[in-house]
């Protein structure tokens, strides 16, 4: 029976790993192609490629996330730890890690809109560094005669601001840098137009004007770029964007800030004459709106062209991106290992050293001999008193036996002319030569007669 069950059993297919991750990628990219996720944002990490890497949680559970720089680039605000979000994506396997995340795609804030969150955040900076101190506002000039104007040439704020500075002030000087003021390259284009007056140091006043709309179609001023350059502008910047209860980060900035275009044009120059003839400005702004709704279509008619394919690349590369990502961190890893290796290497080897330094060992031999020399020099000093005191023992036995002290007593040694004692009489006959010593002195006599 279990001959016949192991000759029927299946066929066992065994999955090379790289070939199990693909699969599995393959299914959760057909399954989950767009999804909506709400979450609390966790452990944001911005890599050096440009990408955010952070995770979706909830109580008891979690869930990894990245967003492409090709991706973020558009959203108006910047993910930060414990936001709670709404992010929309797709699923999609890192196969280096063997693990599951959502490519996030959008994300939008939950409790307040993204673009009002995005708005506070970048006040808030701009605050802290001083760019709104009324301190480093600059006066306007009182009689402008160059004046440079970065706006749309298609809308009315231009042909508007015209009219209303040639009626007040005829023969003024005006300079239009055409620019973007809503939408894809907006931002650049009002950028380039500051920079552009900034330099070429012929304008004396600079407006940035735009029309009235939604916090959407003037979130052009709002970008942090435009902020700075406003900021770093040669000459006095006045904002004249939306209507009166719009207000924008460019205002802020700004030297003045106008409550529409119109009154900026009022504002910065005196009354003079009428206004231009309003039917040609009508007939102009038909034109201008006829092209700019023609440049509209055609720019979306592209876009729809051209969005799958750069879809497609902007996801391949931002695979690859993320895989030097994470060969990035791995490396840093290494990196630190090896370094906390070289430095307890290090911290041994030191330790090694300090014990075989002479220098410990020299003082302490030198110690040992100071106290081998003192106890030699007391030894020397106790030999010499012992034998001082023999010596003098022995001075004294000899002080004793000494003969001098027997010629103190009154005695006295003769001797002949040969020098030797004389003993007997007989040594010194009569008429000899001899010599006496006394305890002090001496004397010399002769023998007159011998008993």
């Known amino acids: ?10 066929a066992r297919r065994v999955y090379p790993v790289s070939e199990l991750n693909a699969a599995i990628r393959g299914t959760l990219e057909r399954e989950f192609p767009d999804v909506w996720v709400s979450g609390e944002i966790s452990g944001v990490k911005l890599a050096t490629s440009g ?16 967003a492409f720089r090709s991706a973020h680039r ?13 992010a929309r994506g797709r699923i ?16 939008e804030p939950q409790g307040h809109g993204a673009l009002q969150l995005a708005f506070e955040q970048l006040k808030k900076a701009l605050a802290a560094e001083g760019l709104f101190e009324p301190g480093r506002k600059r006066a306007l000039p009182r009689y402008p005669r160059r004046i440079g104007i970065v706006t749309s040439p298609r809308g009315a704020v231009i042909s508007d601001m015209v009219q209303i500075l040639a009626r007040r002030f005829p023969g003024l000087h005006i300079r239009l840098f055409p620019a973007l003021v809503q939408g894809e390259g907006s ?36 970008e942090e770029a435009v902020a ?51 039917i040609a400005g009508c007939r102009q702004k038909l034109q201008q709106a006829v092209r700019y709704r023609l440049a509209v279509l055609a720019r979306r008619l592209q876009q729809q062209g051209i969005d799958r394919p750069l879809g497609l690349l902007h996801r391949a590369i931002g695979r690859q991106a993320q895989r030097v990502d994470e060969l990035e961190f791995r490396l840093r890893d290494r990196l630190r290992t090896r370094i906390e290796r070289y430095a307890r290497a290090q911290r041994s080897l030191a330790a090694r050293l300090r014990h075989f330094d002479l220098r410990p060992r020299l003082a302490a031999d030198r ?35 000494s003969p001098l002290r027997i010629l103190e007593r009154g005695y006295a040694i003769v001797t002949n002319e040969s020098g030797v004692i004389v003993k007997e009489s007989t040594a010194a006959p009569e008429g000899a030569a001899i010599h006496v010593r006394l305890a002090r002195g001496g004397l010399d006599a002769n023998v007159t007669k011998a008993r």
Not at 1 to 10: C, N, R, T
Not at 386 to 395: D, P, T
């Open 187 to 222: 931002v650049d284009e009002i950028c380039r137009g500051l920079d552009y007056f900034s330099r070429g140091g012929w304008a004396e006043l600079v407006i940035v004007a735009r029309g009235g709309g939604s916090l959407e179609d003037l979130w052009s001023f709002n």
């Open 1 to 10: 029976m279990d001959q016949f069950a192991f000759d029927f059993a299946p």
């Open 367 to 401: 110690r040992h001999l100071d106290r081998a020399h003192a106890a030699a020099a007391q030894s020397l000093r106790w030999q010499l008193a012992r034998r001082r005191g023999e010596v003098e023992q022995l001075a004294a036995k000899l002080s004793q036996l």
């Open 51 to 66: 990408h955010y890497y952070f995770t979706l949680k909830e109580r008891e559970a979690q869930l990894r996330a990245v």
């Open 92 to 107: 999609d396997v890192f196969e280096a890690r063997g693990e599951y995340q959502l490519i996030v795609e959008v994300l």
């Open 228 to 278: 700075r350059a406003i900021a770093r502008c040669a000459v006095p910047v006045v904002s004249a964007v939306g209507h009166e209860t719009d207000v924008t980060i460019a205002d802020f900035v700004a030297d003045l800030r106008a409550p529409t275009p119109s009154a900026a044009a009022e504002m910065i120059v005196c009354t003079r004459q009428e206004l231009l003839d309003r």
């Open 74 to 86: 558009y959203w108006k605000f910047k993910p930060q730890d414990g936001l709670a979000v709404l």
